[in-house]
Nanobody
């Protein structure tokens, strides 16, 4: 059973930065595609960024140039560096792992004040 534990969320002013981390248990991390999703107030969950086992990345248009996803297979951890944060980035951010099935973390709140 895979467990994903997010950390690094918090309250930040617009223009600031945060770095989210997601630590994964299990032995399939290096072979899995990892991703970050978010769900804002009254909105559906949406993709933020993904990174494959080969380190190919994909970003939502709304975060391109501001957010960077990366992974450390030695630490079974995926990161999301978020710069130039905007109030519309306020959401619960969820870590996702896809290999043979989807696994989700419990989420971490990011609040960006104007």
């Amino acid at each position: 059973q895979v467990q994903l534990v997010e950390s690094g969320g918090g309250l930040v002013q617009a223009g600031g930065s945060l770095r989210l981390s997601c630590a994964a248990s299990g032995s399939i991390f290096s072979a899995a595609t990892m991703g970050w999703y978010r769900q804002g107030p009254g909105k559906q969950r949406e993709l933020v960024a993904t990174i494959t086992s080969g380190r190919s990345t994909n970003y939502a248009d709304s975060v391109k140039g501001r957010f960077t996803i990366s992974r450390d297979n030695a630490k079974n951890t995926v990161y999301l560096q978020m710069n130039s944060l905007k109030p519309e980035d306020t959401a619960v951010y969820y870590c996702n792992q896809w290999y043979d099935r989807n696994y989700w973390g419990q989420g971490t709140q990011v609040t960006v004040s104007s």
